[in-house]
């Protein structure tokens, strides 16, 4: 038991420090320890951990905490909880401290201006990404188009069409 | 609504209360239920409560992806220390992942207790798909302004197609397009300079 949380602390100690381009970049990395390599638990409990985290509020990589829940219980979903939010929080409060006196420069605007595009490039980029990684079948690229469209053009709340998505899961529709 | 636009995240109007912080960012949790958690913060920390304009959300993003971390918990800190210092930086992340903790350690138990039903599997695709909707309606809602500047559409295109059709890992399309926009941003100064673009595009 100690040895399972001392390998959680320092494996997504160490992730959180790597995990370049954000959380899901370091998924495979993720699956490669917990399922193959640690057992802590098995292929489709990994698959449906992912789609949990991913559906529930908040942010998606809360994986990790599920990974630490079936590997050690309520301490391991803590220490991996712990272990992958702390380290980047600190980096990301530091970076913002210099960025806060960089930003207001000829520079820092520079670099503010000139990120954009390439941010919004990235946007829709994650958002195809996405789509041909969960198996989509062409009624769910509808539905996809479909909210995508109303969710631009109208201020209906989206909670709306993700419970009638959901219902229409479940039915087998999609 | 143009005279808050002028004011282009000027947080030092006054000391924004924690509680405000930590309250807005369970909102932004609670609301991305099904997924699209970066719309989400958009909508609150831009659209209602104005704290930044598009321009900065969106190159604080890429900073916050430039930094190793998951996207959301960088933005939230980053965020939250532009507002209050390391106080803010608490109260977001407080408010981001303890109510979602909670919930996703809840379901995971009873799924890892009771095995699972393949309606359930159906059902979170299905929320899967919208909340991929909701992702692109961010894009779409900011495009706009973009239309009227050719080298950031170049560039924003360019960093699609690199990104969907070539698979260029990250640190590629930042050093390319990002050090691109940079220097067009700094040198190429014929593009109008505006403040941040109108929410109604």
Not at chain 1, 46 to 75: C, E, N
Not at chain 2, 9 to 18: Q, T
Not at chain 2, 37 to 43: C, G, I, P, V
């Amino acid at each position: 038991m100690k040895g399972t949380l001392l390998s959680l602390a320092s494996f997504f100690g160490l992730l959180s420090l790597l995990s370049f381009g954000g959380g899901n970049t370091v998924l495979p990395q993720m699956h490669q320890q917990a399922v193959e390599s640690q057992h802590w638990m098995t292929d489709p409990e990994f698959a449906a951990a992912f789609a949990i985290a991913q559906a529930a509020p908040g942010p998606g990589m809360l994986i990790v905490s599920l990974i630490g829940l079936k590997a050690a219980g309520w301490p391991g979903a803590l220490i991996a909880t712990v272990a992958m939010f702390l380290p980047c929080c600190i980096l990301t409060y530091l970076a913002t401290i210099g960025w806060g006196r960089f930003h207001e420069s000829p520079w820092g605007r520079a670099v503010e201006r000139g990120l954009a595009p390439v941010a919004l490039g990235l946007i829709f980029a994650s958002g195809v990404i996405i789509a041909k990684g969960s198996d989509h079948g062409w009624a769910a690229y509808c539905v996809t188009a479909f909210s995508a469209l109303v969710f631009t053009k109208t201020k209906v709340n989206p909670l709306i069409l993700i419970a009638a998505a959901a219902g229409a899961g479940a039915m087998g529709w999609l | 609504m143009s005279e808050a636009d002028g004011r282009t995240g000027d947080v030092s109007a006054g000391p924004i209360p924690l509680w405000v912080i930590a309250f807005s960012y369970l909102k932004i949790a609670a609301e991305s239920f099904g997924g699209g958690l970066s719309a989400w913060t958009r909508q609150v920390v831009v659209e209602e409560r104005r704290w930044l304009t598009d321009e900065e959300f969106l190159s604080a993003m890429t900073l916050c992806r430039l930094l190793p971390g998951p996207n959301q918990i960088n933005f939230a800190v980053h965020l939250g220390t532009r507002l209050r210092g390391w106080r803010g930086a608490a109260a977001a992340l407080f408010g981001l992942v303890a109510v979602p903790l909670i919930l996703v350690l809840t379901a995971g138990s009873l799924y890892f207790n009771y095995h699972k039903l393949p309606a359930m599997d159906s059902a979170l695709s299905g929320m899967a798909a919208v909340a991929i909707g909701l992702t692109l309606s961010m894009g779409f809602k900011i495009v706009g302004p973009f239309f009227k500047r050719p080298a950031a559409l170049a560039l924003m295109a360019g960093t699609f197609v690199a990104t969907i059709f070539f698979s260029w890992p990250l640190v590629l399309v930042l050093g390319v397009f990002g050090s691109l926009g940079i220097l067009f941003a700094k040198f190429g100064v014929s593009e109008p300079r505006k403040k941040a673009p109108e929410p109604s595009g």
